[in-house]
């Protein structure tokens, strides 16, 4: 997987007639799949932090909860990449786990470190899962002192550099900088995502960052999971 390519990705690349073919068979490959599973629908609550990861990790409540970041048999059901960690950094795989979010709201974050060669990010590979999201969750530290105001959520069917589309996008917003809460919920446009998706990033954007500082991350919405699984091969900004 890649992140979005450059701060304004999205603003008519030219691409060749053959990847547009590809990437036009794979959406009727995906919506021809949507008509033949099961679609799990995991509402957003107000304060809820157990999204469609918790549901993952407990096979739609039928199982008991293990992260499905840190399978205990080495198999992840979810991977999650990212830019460099800071120093003293949690492990990524901690943002998705509920029972974790209480310790690192209160001590500890997963910070992603900044520079000024490269943005932020944060990648979710759901694998053989396919989410269309409504909402998504993401918590602050309160050990952090300074909030990151620019980034994007972004999805792809595939991963690749130039085939992601943005979810929301976030331009001078304080909302991690309130002192009333540590957990946000964001709405996304129903018309803005009409598709089940493989990928999510998230990814600062602005132009000085500070660096990606979380507690917790979750989706709500609608996911189903696939027959077979396709490996795409990984790239990294």
Known sequence: THPPNGFEYGLGCVMCADKNIEEKNLIMQIKAQVEQVEIIKVKYSDRSTKGIFYSISTQHHTKEYQNCITSSDGKKTVK?????????SYSVHYL??????????????VHLHHSYHSQPFLIIDFQQYRVK?????MARSRSHLTYFKYWRLAASHDGKRDNWITLREH?????LAQMNS????FQIDPNTCQEFYRYFCIIETTAKPIGLSLASI??????Y???????NKFYFW
């Open 218 to 223: 979750e989706f709500f919405g609608q996911y």
């Open 80 to 88: 999650i990449t990212s830019s460099k960690l800071s120093s003293g």
């Open 171 to 175: 331009k001078n917003d304080s909302t």
């Open 96 to 109: 998705c786990d509920p029972y974790e979010t209480t310790k690192l709201l209160k001590d500890y974050s």
């Open 133 to 137: 999201p409504s909402h998504y969750l």
């Open 182 to 185: 540590h957990l946000y919920t």
């Open 225 to 231: 999971k696939e027959n077979k699984l396709n490996n």
